[in-house]
Each structure stands twice: as structure tokens, then as C-alpha cells.
């Protein structure tokens, strides 16, 4: 039971972190890489702490998921696929706005780290 209550609770957390990063975004948050018009760089609020919110907010909710369902192989197996996919948009996404931003991105991405503050 605590585990579930433990899993709920982080997938809260793990919803906050993505609509806060959404929110943040507000009209750029497409899902479509691409630089829109008038498009500006975030690094204030939670952009100033981990380049991709909307990201980490949905890992986090996996983790969540599935401890609510006490199932560690699926927590390890979908978070670890979940993790390739969104790693390889990661990159692709940041090397866009390298593209846009030059060296403020560049100087954002020295930083601020991926996912994790902190870490990674």
C-alpha cells in the first residue's frame, strides 16, 4: 500500500513538472521540433534548472506509474525504452536550437543540465 501511495505521489509530481514546463512554453510548446516565429530561448524558472521539463515530468510519471502498479521489471523495462526515445529527441531538439540560439543555447546548455539537476 505504501508503495502504491509512493507511486501516485510521484506521478503528481512528475504531472506538475510537465504542465509547469508547458505552461512555460506556452504558445512554442508544440509537438513539432521547430523554431517558431518570434521564437525566444527559456532559462528562467524551471527551464533555469533542467533544459527539458516537459521530459523529465514524463519520466518521472512513468516511475510513478508504475510503482502505484508495484511492478519493478515493467518500472525498469518502460524506463529505460521511454528513456531511449525521448534521449534521441533530446538531442535532436537541442541541436535545433543550437541552430537558432548559437552560444546563448551553447552558454544554457553549460548551465543547466538534461533531465536532473544536478546529474544529469
Request: a positive charge.
Amino acid at each position: 500500500m505504501l508503495v502504491s501511495i509512493l507511486g501516485i505521489l510521484i506521478l503528481t509530481i512528475g504531472g506538475l513538472v510537465t504542465v509547469t514546463g508547458r505552461a512555460q512554453l506556452s504558445k512554442y510548446g508544440s509537438g513539432v521540433l521547430q523554431i517558431e516565429e518570434d521564437h525566444k530561448l527559456m532559462t528562467t524558472g524551471i527551464f533555469g534548472h533542467i533544459r527539458h521539463p516537459v521530459y523529465a515530468g514524463r519520466l518521472i510519471g512513468v516511475v510513478g506509474i508504475y510503482l502505484a502498479f508495484r511492478s519493478i521489471i515493467m518500472l525498469i523495462l518502460i524506463s529505460i525504452i521511454y528513456f531511449m526515445v525521448i534521449r534521441h529527441r533530446m538531442l535532436f531538439e537541442e541541436q535545433l536550437l543550437i541552430g537558432e540560439f548559437g552560444e546563448e543555447y551553447k552558454n544554457y546548455m553549460k548551465e543547466t543540465k538534461r533531465l536532473i539537476p544536478f546529474l544529469y
